[in-house]
């Protein structure tokens, strides 16, 4: 239930904000994942470090509603623009998720996969704003700082956190999907590389 309330959830906050006549293209469908990113990342990060949650029941819930951020994503995608390379992403990250539901995870392993999809999605409502911004002049310095960001916590700290979620539930499926992830975040951190030293 928690999933279908996120995608209803979503889909009408998507239709209110096509009501702005932005210039930007997608731009209903950016800022709508920008404003779910910022939340989950906001709940992540509270939820980790807080324990007055002894059955991690919000924790839990909080994933169910990303699961539920990939499906309206990938929908729109699929109905709108589709890109194979985020219909993949997206299509792994609810595999991993559907996974990790079905092992009833105690709480040493919930908290765990809640800082990898931490660090999955705190760069992400900073890389939907740039097309909003690339036509103004502080476009190379945003883009400088995401760069250094992205490599932080997708190229650094992302792989630590997933060796320690695998120490605790090893599996080929697990690391297949994880270095799926991996093998994206490099990809478009790579891409980032050489936009921000393509010459203007």
């Not at 040493?108 to 999605?121: D, G, P, T």
């Not at 960001?149 to 697990?174: D, N, Q």
């Not at 990809?187 to 203007?200: D, E, P």
């Amino acid at each position: 239930m928690d999933v279908l309330h996120s995608v209803i959830c979503l889909s009408m906050y998507h239709r209110v904000v096509q009501c702005i006549p932005f210039r930007t293209r997608n731009a209903a469908n950016l800022i709508t994942c920008m404003t779910f990113q910022a939340w989950f990342v906001y709940q992540s990060g509270r939820l980790f470090y807080e324990n007055d949650d002894p059955h991690f029941f919000q924790t839990y819930q909080n994933l169910k509603y990303l699961y539920g951020y990939f499906l309206y994503d990938l929908i729109h995608l699929i109905l709108t623009d589709p890109h194979y390379g985020f219909i993949v992403h997206h299509l792994v990250g609810m595999i991993l998720i559907h996974s990790f539901f079905q092992q009833k995870p105690y709480a040493v392993l919930l908290r765990s996969y809640q800082s990898i999809c931490f660090l999955s999605e705190v760069c992400s409502p900073f890389l939907n704003l740039r097309p909003f911004l690339r036509s103004t002049p502080c476009y190379r310095v945003y883009m400088k700082c995401i760069y250094y960001m992205y490599f932080l916590f997708r190229i650094l700290l992302f792989p630590i956190a997933s060796f320690s979620f695998y120490w605790y539930t090893p599996s080929l499926l697990l690391a297949i999907l994880m270095s799926t992830v991996y093998g994206m975040s490099l990809y478009w951190f790579r891409l980032l590389y050489v936009s921000l030293h393509l010459k203007t």
